[in-house]
């Protein structure tokens, strides 16, 4: 074991603030503007499509800009990586501030979408290199849970606002969280890797990372897309099937929120535990919670056993935080890393977004209940992937 593979040489204490910092104030910033990007296209003379087409472009420009910022870390580094997606989503939120045409609207939208997948894959390779293996589960959880915490409080503080001065006021609250992230990352120390000094000479490219490290893209990528696709789709259904049992809105709202603070609370141990004992441990417990609360959801009559689901489907998914950051980050190569979690970041926003479509085209189809059903069994799927895949790529840490 090496030094500095020995508990006691690093404490994650001490780049608490500018790691995890930015992706806290990042994380209000999101949470304050999701709720309101809709209702912002519908005063613009948008039609209902037409606004959830523009809450869409969030995914859209994440998914076609993993791969460019890939590129742009690679080359210019990580906290200019976070500097500039930080200074695009400030623009993008000004744009969207200002903007009367709802075209320049979903232009701003788009751009923050993009600058979210430059400072995502950032932030990721940041603490892959600086966070010796021994701690990187619980280095990956904590940055997954404290986004979800950023994303809880950022529409209680945008409302605030927005009592006072409009809708316009939880973007000016994004502005402020985003130019706070952006000087949080610049004040980053110097990347000291805890694995030694990266391989010199040029960077591989993409088409030759995906032919050398194609047998993991084909067995753990597929796991990871299939649990991408099962987060997004959880968070359409609670309130889908809330609505379908007749329930009012305040009490939705309360069963999404009690579900969510569950999430909230067991980020790090699940970490610990992927430290501890192996990935595997919460990878395959955490899919299979959700795929079967996914399942019993279609069976529940009313307010209570609903919650009792949804925070079920909470506890799966909080101890699953920073599963896939964790995996991308075991099996990324040192040269070329920031291109390998491109690749890897493509194929969970991939699986992000096919999951509502999924969702959506089956409760068409057929109905609502048996679109959900399909959502858990995605969810065990994920768990016989991720059983079968993981402990036979076990990576070593390099």
């Known amino acids: 074991m090496s030094k500095n593979d020995r508990p006691g040489d690093f404490s994650l204490w001490s780049i608490a603030i500018p790691a995890f910092g930015p992706s806290l104030l990042f994380g209000i910033g999101e949470g304050a503007i999701l709720p309101v990007i809709p209702l912002s296209a519908r005063d613009m003379g948008s039609s209902l499509a037409g606004a959830a087409l523009v809450v869409a472009l969030i995914g859209i420009g994440s998914l076609v800009s993993n791969i460019p910022a890939s590129i742009i870390t690679a080359k210019f ?34 751009l923050i979408g993009a ?3 430059v400072f995502n894959l950032a932030r990721q390779s940041y603490l892959t290199e600086a966070v010796p293996p021994f701690l990187r589960a619980r280095a990956m959880s904590t940055l997954g849970g404290v986004g979800r915490i950023g994303l809880f409080a950022g529409p209680f503080i945008g409302a605030l606002l927005i009592h006072l001065v409009g809708l316009s006021g939880a973007y000016w609250v994004a502005a402020i969280a985003v130019a706070g992230a952006g000087a949080v990352a610049w004040s980053l120390p110097d990347l000291v890797s805890s694995q030694g000094p990266a391989p010199s000479g040029p960077g591989p490219t993409i088409r030759s990372l995906m032919v050398a490290h194609r047998h993991v893209f084909l067995t753990v990528g597929i796991g990871v897309l299939l649990v991408s696709a099962v987060r997004s789709s959880r968070q359409v259904v609670v309130p889908l099937w809330a609505d ?26 699940a970490g610990r535990v992927m430290d501890k004992k192996g990935r595997i441990w919460v990878a395959v417990p955490s899919m299979a919670l959700m ?43 040192r040269h070329g890393r920031a291109q390998f979690l491109g690749i890897w970041r493509f194929l969970a926003d991939a699986g992000g977004s096919s999951g509502p479509a999924i969702l959506a085209g089956l409760t068409a189809a057929v109905t609502l209940s048996f679109g959900v059903a399909v959502t858990g069994l995605l969810g065990l799927a994920a768990a016989a992937v991720l059983g079968y895949s993981v402990p036979r790529n076990k990576p070593q840490h390099r």
């Open 77 to 110: 580094g990580e906290r200019v990586g976070m500097v500039g997606a930080a200074t695009l989503s400030l623009v993008a939120l000004l744009l969207c501030v200002f903007a009367h045409d709802l075209w320049l609207f979903g232009l701003g939208v788009f």
């Open 115 to 117: 600058a979210s997948a």
């Open 244 to 269: 379908n049992l007749g329930l009012n809105p305040a009490v939705t709202s309360l069963i999404y929120g009690l579900s969510g603070a569950i999430d909230m609370l067991v980020f790090y141990p």
């Open 291 to 333: 795929g079967i609360s996914l399942l019993l959801m279609p069976l529940t009559t009313g307010a209570v056993s609903l919650l009792l689901v949804a925070m079920l489907i909470g506890f799966g998914n909080g101890i699953g935080s920073g599963l896939i950051m964790t995996l991308g980050a075991d099996y990324s190569p």
